[in-house]
């Protein structure tokens, strides 16, 4: 305890840097992951740079798709 | 560990389980959720009928106003 409070990350920007470093780790194009998933190339770029208000569930196939819970993708940096 | 898989619970299934659960603690009714998040109350009780394929932005706002992280209204059950 007595940790400081973290600037407030939103919600885009966790999905967006969880999203970056699990394709990343996973070495899987933007291309690929979008292929994986089902979306636009471009659709995934624009998550990645937190410009989209993406729906629960396509959060939920992304998530499902780079192997992780829904709940990581949300997670707050440590 | 050794522990058996829970049978899968959708995104949509977590965030209406723990809306439901946090207004009921807070003994808040839909009508004054819907107030305080600026949303309509139809929309927020489709939500907790899991509905609604709700956007991260929403959700974000719901768990505001819930007093609660993104993430813990995407938390699977234990």
Redesign the interface.
């Known amino acids: 305890m007595g940790s400081r409070r973290k600037p407030y990350e939103?919600?885009?920007d966790?999905?967006a840097r969880h999203m970056r470093a699990r394709r990343a780790a996973l070495e899987l194009s933007q291309e690929k992951l979008a292929e994986l998933c089902e979306l636009h190339r471009t659709y995934i770029g624009s998550i990645e740079r937190s410009e989209r208000?993406?729906?629960?569930?396509n959060?939920?196939r992304i998530a499902t798709v780079l192997g992780l819970?829904?709940?990581d993708l949300?997670?707050?940096s440590e």
Do not use: F, G
């Not at 208000?53 to 569930?57: A, E, K, P, R, T």
């Open positions: 939103s919600a885009r966790r999905v208000n993406v729906s629960l569930d959060v939920e819970d829904i709940a949300l997670a707050a």
